[in-house]
């Protein structure tokens, strides 16, 4: 993590959360030590107009960290076209645009991405949405930490490519842990090897 540029805080989480999931912690809060919050007013009986000055203290974060890797893609899923000619970040930039305009004051607007969305989302909002580019804080960047093997925990070292069809996949001690797409082709590999 040191040599991938992390932050020594963000290490130091890794860390404890790493000694949290040997020491056999699941992280998981049994029902029964949790009841119901009393006393909840129902949307149904909300009464009197909403107080809009709050927006001038919300941020609109929006998750935006994961490659379509998966789904054979090489960027953000986020840049899929949904609907017309729009992608998700096209929805996602004209929600932001209209509800300052709706509101009249500059609601602030931020990407959580990760290094392997960053650059592309970062290109899109230039070329598109200029006006949201130029905002200082409009990306927060996840960190990275190394994948683990979910029987053995160790770090799973090899992260290698599929020729067929683009997806990445991990490859620890001679066997595909992890891809969904061109498994014969997957087979014939681990038959070579071993």
């Known amino acids: 993590m040191e ?6 805080s963000a290490i130091s989480a890794f ?3 790493f000694q949290s999931l040997v020491s056999g912690n699941t992280g998981l809060i049994p029902e029964s030590t949790i009841s119901p919050a009393p006393d909840l ?3 149904e009986n909300f009464t009197g107009d909403a107080d809009t000055s709050y927006l001038s203290k919300t941020v609109v974060l ?4 994961g490659l ?22 096209d929805l996602t930039a004209k929600q932001i645009i209209e509800m300052r305009k709706e509101f009249g004051m500059k609601v602030k607007f931020m990407l959580m991405n990760s290094f392997s969305t960053s650059e592309d989302t970062l290109n899109f909002f230039k070329e598109n949405y200029p006006e949201l580019a130029a905002e200082d804080g409009l990306e927060m960047m996840q960190n990275k930490v190394p994948k683990l093997d979910a029987e053995t925990l160790e770090v799973c070292v090899l992260i290698l490519r599929c020729v067929l069809c683009a997806s990445f996949f991990i490859y620890l001690n001679r066997i595909v842990v992890s891809h969904d797409i061109c498994l014969v ?10």
């Open 3 to 8: 040599a991938e540029g992390i932050a020594t």
């Open 15 to 17: 860390e404890s959360t």
């Open 41 to 43: 007013v129902e949307s």
């Open 62 to 65: 929006k998750l935006n960290g």
């Open 68 to 89: 379509g890797t998966g789904m054979g893609l090489d960027k953000a899923k986020s840049l899929l076209t949904v609907k017309g000619n729009d992608t998700f970040l």
């Open 185 to 194: 082709v997957f087979y014939e590999l681990n038959k070579q090897i071993k």
